[in-house]
């Protein structure tokens, strides 16, 4: 029975990947607007309603305080483990809007987030300012989209010469077209919300069946929280992310990891801050650690993007290297073991430094290609 469970999971994960991906794709060709635009924004915020669900929920059980770690585990999860695995599928191309305004807003909204916790916990006023500038930030990319979309409609009529539509049969002809594009857009929807259910009850099915084998080989309780349940909330980004590359949408599938991010800190917390009677307190574990550690990872992403403007394949392994380590030093701490202190020594002051050392000179060596670049064709012109 688990094994049909662990297989039905995974069957569900791509199906509900597939149908989400699909659907969003069809949806923002239906609406004029780009993948990229389509993953920060339905794509992303689809995939984040789980943590909502289950930050809220905590908020109105009276523990506010697990929407911190659901965040900041899901955030960190998303850019180490899945954009992690998803470009080992292939290179992600990132586009320069994402290295320019969305991965900085990422940045910003993760400091904020740990200046706001200083003080012990968010509250009423933290939450709303958190919504705020979520809210903010989706109506500026989306205004800023859809004049980028007919701008580019107004040229491509101008170069076609169709600017002018023949009087006879043009009310009739608009009239069709708008039936067809509202069907579209219901069919597309169908599918996004669709596939947001399946990849939901297989992101389940795969944590229950995957917990009862480990506690069948004698796993603890702790470790399967911190890693299986952990990694569980991030499947249904996960199962998108991979499906959307491998179908060419790897606009899509950047966009999906950032804007869930954003999603996760403007909404999550924001609304758990705002529901909570008494604020969220936040541990002090997570202002010493977690927090920075999210930070940190937001910022290893955007040298990464930033070298030739792609994640490739090997920084894919070093994105789930550090996630890995990540996660055995969560196992190490929580169990008290003796390792903890070598490993946490050899991290801080041999992996990390070296990691960020080989980080800065790929950026100043891509920095160098494309200075020679433009020089070349300055040159050439």
Same mark, same amino acid.
């Given at each position: 029975?688990?094994?049909?469970?662990?297989?039905?999971?995974?069957?569900?994960?791509?199906?509900?990947?597939?149908?989400?991906?699909?659907?969003?794709?069809?949806?923002?060709?239906?609406?004029?607007?780009?993948?990229?635009?389509?993953?920060?924004?339905?794509?992303?915020?689809?995939?984040?309603?789980?943590?909502?669900?289950?930050?809220?929920?905590?908020?109105?059980?009276?523990?506010?305080? %697990?929407?911190?770690?659901?965040?900041?585990?899901?955030?960190?999860?998303?850019?180490?483990?899945?954009?992690?695995?998803?470009?080992?599928?292939?290179?992600?191309?990132?586009?320069?809007?994402?290295?320019?305004?969305?991965?900085?807003?990422?940045?910003?909204?993760?400091?904020?987030?740990?200046?706001?916790?200083?003080?012990?916990?968010?509250?009423?006023?933290?939450?709303?300012?958190?919504?705020?500038?979520?809210?903010?930030?989706?109506?500026?990319?989306?205004?800023?989209?859809?004049?980028?979309?007919?701008?580019?409609?107004?040229?491509?009529?101008?170069?076609?010469?169709?600017?002018?539509? #023949?009087?006879?049969?043009?009310?009739?002809?608009?009239?069709?077209?708008?039936?067809?594009?509202?069907?579209?857009?219901?069919?597309?929807?169908?599918?996004?919300?669709?596939?947001?259910?399946?990849?939901?009850?297989?992101?389940?099915?795969?944590?229950?069946?995957?917990?009862?084998?480990?506690?069948?080989?004698?796993?603890?309780?702790?470790?399967?929280? #911190?890693?299986?349940?952990?990694?569980?909330?991030?499947?249904?980004? %996960?199962?998108?992310?991979?499906?959307?590359?491998?179908?060419?949408?790897?606009?899509?599938?950047?966009?999906?990891?950032?804007?869930?991010?954003?999603?996760?800190?403007?909404?999550? #917390?924001?609304?758990?801050?705002?529901?909570?009677?008494?604020?969220?307190?936040?541990?002090?574990?997570?202002?010493?650690?977690?927090?920075?550690?999210?930070?940190?990872?937001?910022?290893?992403?955007?040298?990464?993007?930033?070298?030739?403007?792609?994640?490739?394949?090997?920084?894919?392994?070093?994105?789930?290297? %550090?996630?890995?380590?990540?996660?055995?030093?969560?196992?190490?701490?929580?169990?008290?073991?003796?390792?903890?202190?070598?490993?946490?020594?050899?991290?801080?002051?041999?992996? #990390?430094?070296?990691?960020?050392?080989?980080?800065?000179?790929?950026?100043?060596?891509?920095?160098?290609?494309?200075?020679?670049?433009?020089?070349?064709?300055?040159?050439?012109?």
């Amino acid at each position: 029975m688990t094994l049909l469970l662990l297989l039905g999971g995974f069957v569900l994960l791509v199906g509900g990947g597939e149908a989400l991906v699909r659907g969003a794709a069809s949806l923002g060709r239906t609406v004029g607007l780009s993948s990229l635009i389509i993953g920060l924004t339905v794509v992303s915020f689809a995939t984040s309603a789980p943590e909502l669900a289950v930050s809220t929920g905590a908020a109105l059980s009276g523990s506010p305080g %697990l929407a911190v770690g659901n965040v900041v585990g899901s955030n960190i999860a998303n850019i180490l483990f899945v954009m992690g695995l998803t470009a080992i599928f292939g290179a992600l191309f990132v586009k320069i809007q994402l290295i320019k305004a969305d991965i900085p807003i990422m940045i910003g909204l993760s400091g904020l987030a740990l200046l706001m916790a200083l003080d012990g916990g968010y509250s009423l006023l933290d939450g709303i300012v958190l919504l705020g500038l979520l809210l903010a930030y989706l109506v500026v990319t989306l205004v800023m989209a859809r004049r980028q979309t007919r701008r580019e409609a107004r040229e491509e009529a101008e170069r076609l010469d169709v600017d002018t539509v #023949l009087a006879g049969g043009s009310v009739r002809l608009t009239k069709g077209l708008r039936t067809s594009k509202l069907r579209a857009v219901l069919i597309d929807v169908l599918l996004v919300l669709g596939g947001v259910a399946l990849l939901v009850v297989g992101a389940q099915m795969l944590v229950t069946a995957s917990t009862t084998i480990a506690m069948v080989l004698g796993v603890s309780d702790l470790i399967i929280g #911190l890693t299986i349940v952990a990694i569980g909330t991030s499947l249904p980004e %996960l199962a998108t992310s991979i499906i959307a590359a491998l179908r060419g949408e790897r606009d899509m599938a950047v966009g999906n990891l950032v804007g869930s991010n954003i999603f996760n800190i403007g909404a999550v #917390l924001g609304i758990t801050a705002i529901i909570a009677p008494d604020g969220v307190e936040v541990a002090s574990a997570a202002v010493n650690f977690d927090l920075p550690v999210m930070i940190a990872v937001a910022l290893v992403l955007l040298p990464l993007a930033f070298t030739a403007q792609a994640i490739g394949r090997w920084e894919g392994l070093v994105l789930v290297a %550090l996630y890995s380590a990540y996660v055995v030093y969560l196992v190490l701490y929580a169990a008290g073991h003796s390792a903890l202190q070598p490993f946490s020594s050899a991290m801080l002051w041999f992996v #990390l430094p070296i990691t960020a050392l080989w980080i800065a000179a790929l950026v100043g060596y891509e920095v160098g290609v494309l200075r020679t670049r433009r020089a070349a064709r300055a040159g050439a012109s």
